[in-house]
């Protein structure tokens, strides 16, 4: 990869945009949430960007920073903020240009995601509460509208002080 160029609507700009130096060089995995540059070299390195991307020690990764480094934006001023669009451009080192652009952030009512891949994002995100808690909070939000009260979900949701479940 010779350059990575993205192009996010201005809405988008102040949150994952700038200060551009902070967002090529993010200091902690929580940083990295928040840069544009960071994800999309997650991607492109990794393949995807789940819950695990986003850590103190992957944010360092040599071969992430180098595309980071690489990497440059410029608003397009024809996206809607609201769909989260997304356009890049990858230039390869023989010359090569590869576009990608999503017109609608996925998981939004113009670009829905399946039940088995939201399910699959559910349990990676709930990791933290153990299989068990997981499928239990899972079957509770399906069901939501038979619940007595919110009281068991957020009981079931409440992770222990220290972190474990």
Avoid at 121 to 127: G, H, L, M, V
Wanted: with cysteine.
């Amino acid at each position: 990869i010779a350059s990575v160029l993205c192009e996010p609507p201005q809405g988008a700009v102040a949150m994952v945009c700038e200060p551009w130096a902070r967002k090529v060089a993010p200091a902690t995995g929580y940083d990295g949430r928040f840069s544009l540059a960071y994800v999309v070299a997650v991607m492109l390195v990794q393949g995807r960007a789940g819950v695990d991307a986003y850590t103190d020690t992957l944010v360092h990764d040599p071969a992430i920073r180098a595309v980071m480094a690489r990497t440059t934006y410029r608003v397009n001023p024809a996206a809607v903020f609201k769909d989260m669009p997304g356009r890049v451009t990858i230039t390869l080192t023989d010359g090569t240009e590869l576009h990608h652009e999503i017109p609608a952030v996925r998981g939004n009512a113009a670009n829905p995601i399946g039940m088995d891949e939201l399910m699959r994002k559910f349990t990676e995100n709930t990791a933290c509460l153990g299989q068990e808690r997981s499928a239990r909070v899972a079957d509770m939000i399906m069901g939501i509208e038979h619940l007595p009260s919110l009281r068991p979900l957020m009981a079931e949701l409440r992770v222990p002080s220290g972190g474990s479940n």
